[in-house]
């Protein structure tokens, strides 16, 4: 045993158990009791300390490169991965935790070789989440208008049913009002008394109301902040076999399995950091569309009452061409003129308005005829 041991560096329990050894574990601990010869004892091995010294020596070469080492590769067969896992976490006992991590019982990869791994998706998620955004800025801006046109519509159908009611009341109480006018002094009395009453409830309950009404007015003005992130939550970057497909393209020398843990691993982080990406990149493009949308409708406005000035002060002048049988021909081309020429682009220009109002396909107003 003791020869076998030294040349192999371990032992198989169950090859001392063959030698008529029950307790294999504590056979060694017994034989081999001084600190430097002393074995780890493993699941179905026990190793010893000059090969737990090459595999520590691997750990921390693949820690020092930012890379990757296959302990399955530098041990003899008869280690199970369960012995394989037991041997890598002990090498880790005496480091930080967050400096590798273990990956099928049998890969111990530096955590800089991870995070390294996942900077192989940034640019394809900058990508996604400049799409989502773009996407989402169209579709909340169809959504507000949608809801404007309906909330209009209802909004007049609703003011017109209250003037109706309110006609009805009028018409309902002005009789009750005129049979009861004639009441003489005491009545004229109550009801001055209560006018004063209803006055000075008024002047109290003012104060009140318009606080409320203030408080309403920030509750309205108050930013909502549920829905949204809410949605960022849910969004998802790629499937585990997307990103393990994307792993086992780029990287060289990864193993199957090992690549599949690996990508079951930054899947959820990857996610995670897609989502902030996309919240981030969508209110840029929200503020940046309102703040290119507000100067666009002030461009707009300002070539629209240019214009509008251009047609009036040249229909004036148009009309003060005397009317007689030698200028009539000369005021009906110039009026065809001006209506080919900017009442036309006026015109265009409101249609090409109303058209991304509505979010209508339409082509530009200098195409529009």
């Known amino acids: 045993v003791d020869s076998y041991f030294k040349q192999n560096g371990f032992v198989e329990f169950d090859t001392l158990a063959r030698l008529e050894i029950s307790d294999g574990a504590k056979f060694l601990q017994r034989f081999y009791s001084s600190e430097t010869e002393r074995p780890l004892m493993l699941s179905t091995v026990a190793v010893s300390p000059s090969l737990v010294t090459q595999i520590d020596a691997a750990v921390e070469d693949a820690i020092n490169s930012n890379s990757w080492v296959d302990v399955a590769t530098l041990l003899p067969t008869p280690f199970t991965p369960a012995d394989c896992q037991a041997l890598l976490e002990h090498c880790l006992r005496k480091r930080r935790r967050d400096v590798a991590h273990i990956f099928s019982e049998q890969y111990l990869a530096s955590d800089q070789f991870v995070q390294n791994c996942g900077q192989l998706f940034k640019d394809t998620m900058q990508h996604e989440a400049e799409k989502y ?76 109301r318009a606080a409320s009404a203030a408080d309403d007015d920030m509750d309205d003005n108050a930013p909502s902040t549920g829905g949204g992130d809410n949605e960022f939550k849910q969004l998802e970057f790629l499937t585990v076999e997307k990103i393990g497909e994307t792993l086992g393209s780029r990287v060289e020398g990864l193993e199957e399995d090992f690549v599949e843990e690996l990508a079951t691993y930054l899947h959820r982080p990857l996610t995670r950091s897609y989502q902030e990406v996309a919240r981030s990149v969508f209110l840029s493009s929200s503020s940046s569309a309102g703040a290119s949308r507000r100067q666009h409708n002030a461009d707009t406005m300002s070539r629209l009452q240019s214009l509008w000035t251009n047609i009036s002060l040249f229909d004036r002048g148009i009309l003060c061409i005397a009317e007689d049988e030698d200028c009539s021909d000369l005021q009906r081309k110039l009026a065809g003129h001006l209506l080919r020429t900017l009442c036309t682009e006026l015109v265009n220009i409101v249609c090409a308005l109303l058209a991304e109002e509505h979010l209508m396909v339409s082509t530009s107003a200098d195409d529009m005829t």
């Open 133 to 208: 955004a773009a996407m989402k800025v169209t579709s909340d801006a169809a959504s507000r208008s949608l809801a404007a046109s309906i909330g209009g519509g209802d909004a007049a159908a609703t003011n017109r049913q209250d003037r109706k009611e309110e006609r009805k009341r009028k018409a309902q109480t002005a009789p009750k009002s005129a049979a009861g006018g004639s009441g003489g002094a005491n009545s004229r009395e109550v009801k001055g008394q209560k006018s004063r009453d209803k006055k000075a409830t008024g002047s109290k309950k003012r104060g009140g």
